[in-house]
């Protein structure tokens, strides 16, 4: 059984930047590739960006140029560096594998981008 706990949001101006972290415990997690995914109220969930065990990267189209995924697998941890943002980037962060499993899901972390 794998618990993610990410932490990192808050809440910024337009433009401004926020580093997510996604720790990770069990010792399956350097295999997988993950996952950052984001649910704005009434939406639904989205992956926004993924890592693979490779680090080979992939990015939605909305956060292309702006969102940087890494992984640091001794520390069984991914981040999410995201610059520029904006306020359609309200939502609640999560991360998991990619594709996700159901009960790897945490409590996610805030993310609000005023105008």
């Known amino acids: 059984q794998v618990q993610l706990v990410e932490s990192g949001g808050g809440l910024v101006q337009a433009g401004g930047s926020l580093r997510l972290s996604c720790a990770a415990s069990?010792?399956?997690?350097?295999?997988?590739?993950m996952g950052w995914y984001r649910q704005a109220p009434g939406k639904q969930r989205e992956l926004v960006a993924g890592?693979?065990?490779?680090?080979?990267?992939n990015y939605a189209d909305s956060v292309k140029g702006r969102f940087t995924i890494s992984r640091d697998n001794p520390k069984n941890t991914v981040y999410l560096q995201m610059n520029s943002l904006k306020p359609e980037d309200t939502a609640v962060y999560y991360c998991?594998?990619?594709?996700?499993?159901?009960?790897?899901w945490g409590q996610g972390t805030q993310v609000t981008v005023s105008s």
């Open positions: 998991n594998r990619s594709p996700a499993i159901h009960n790897w």
């Open positions: 069990g010792s399956r997690f350097s295999i997988n590739a």
């Open positions: 890592i693979t065990s490779s680090r080979r990267t």
